[in-house]
């Protein structure tokens, strides 16, 4: 079990795990999974951290799927070098405990997604967003790690939409990476990964023949 990193020890606990600052916070109660949209867009804007919500050093990690590589984007806030190893040993997610995406929302039958009766409470919206909408229910992606230099943090969004940011640019030196989880398979490419090994595995056994053997002759 990691530690609690030194930068979260102020950060408010639920169930003995710190609630990250970008997590949505309803109630008195912490949905971990889901999004609070607009700290999750303070955090990029002001370059925080989304686990402490403190502000990023001389280097930081991104959070990168294999989709989010080929649009050379990290759609979530940055991580300290410190909190990732948390992060990434609680987060079901990324620690590989969890096989699929979540079919309906976090916040769906959770405490902090109850219906609020405070007409002036500033509570998030329930509903899922697109990404969630695009990823329900399929097999988790596979998860890297990439550490960048600050000086290369940089936000993107569309051209055309000036305001809207869709992360942090990942098309920028990486100084590291390190493998978070790999994907789930489907049954048939387990399948075909255990058949797969089962050849290398026989190839291997093999012994090629004695060159130095006489040869028969017909």
């Known amino acids: ?15 003995g795990l710190v609630v990250p ?5 309803h109630g008195g109660h912490a949905a971990f999974g889901s999004l609070h949209a607009e700290r999750a867009r303070t955090a990029l804007l002001q370059g925080l951290c989304q686990i402490c919500g403190e502000r990023l050093e001389e280097r930081c990690f991104l959070i990168v799927r294999p989709a989010d590589a080929v649009r050379g984007i990290s759609p979530e806030p940055a991580l300290h070098p410190e ?11 990324l620690n590989g405990t969890v096989t699929h995406y979540r079919s309906r929302a976090v916040l769906t039958g959770h405490p902090a997604g109850r219906p609020c009766a405070d007409p002036t ?14 990823r329900s229910g399929a097999r988790a992606d596979h998860y890297e790690a990439w550490m960048i230099h600050t000086r290369n943090y940089r936000l993107t969004g569309p051209d055309d939409q000036p305001g809207v940011i869709d992360g942090i640019s990942s098309d920028v ?17 387990e399948d075909q990964m255990r058949i797969l090994r089962a050849v290398l595995d026989a190839t291997s056994d ?8 006489p040869k028969e002759t017909p």
């Open 206 to 213: 093999l012994t090629l023949p004695d060159s130095s053997c």
């Open 121 to 134: 409470c500033p509570c998030p919206s329930s509903a899922p967003d697109q990404g969630h909408i695009a």
């Open 1 to 15: 079990m990691h530690p609690i990193p030194q930068r979260c020890a102020r950060r408010p606990l639920s169930g």
């Open 173 to 189: 030196p990486v100084l590291r990476r390190r493998l978070l989880r790999k994907a789930t398979l489907s049954r048939e490419q």
């Open 83 to 93: 909190c990732l190893p948390y992060t990434a040993a609680h987060c079901p997610m």
């Open 21 to 25: 600052y970008v997590s949505v916070i």
